[in-house]
């Protein structure tokens, strides 16, 4: 059974940083189109960065210049990471597929303090 694994979240103060990480235990991660989500309490979850098999991103523009996404097909890993962080990036960070998803994980959660 495919698992999706979020870790790296905590409290941070707004301007601070956080590095985010996905394991995925499949065997076609390396081609799959991945992407962190979140979800804000009261909010529908969004896509808020994404990333090809080769190594191509996109960013919603709310996180645009402050989020890099990466990711380490040898590792099955998939990363975020998250600069000048503001109170309205506070939500539960979640990964999987884009165009094909799996089970969601649990995600992890982030919570910025102004």
């Known amino acids: 059974q495919v698992q999706l694994v979020e870790s790296g979240g905590g409290l941070v103060q707004a301007g601070g940083s956080l590095r985010l990480s996905c394991v995925a235990s499949t065997k076609i991660f390396s081609i799959m189109t991945m992407g962190w989500y979140r979800q804000a309490p009261g909010k529908q979850r969004e896509l808020v960065a994404s990333?090809?098999?080769?190594?191509?991103?996109n960013y919603a523009d709310s996180v645009k210049g402050r989020f890099t996404i990466s990711r380490d097909n040898a590792k099955n890993t998939m990363y975020l990471q998250m600069n000048s962080l503001k109170p309205e990036d506070t939500a539960v960070y979640y990964c999987n597929g884009v165009t094909s998803s799996m089970t969601w994980g649990q995600g992890t959660q982030v919570t910025v303090s102004s």
């Open positions: 990333i090809s098999g080769p190594g191509n991103t």
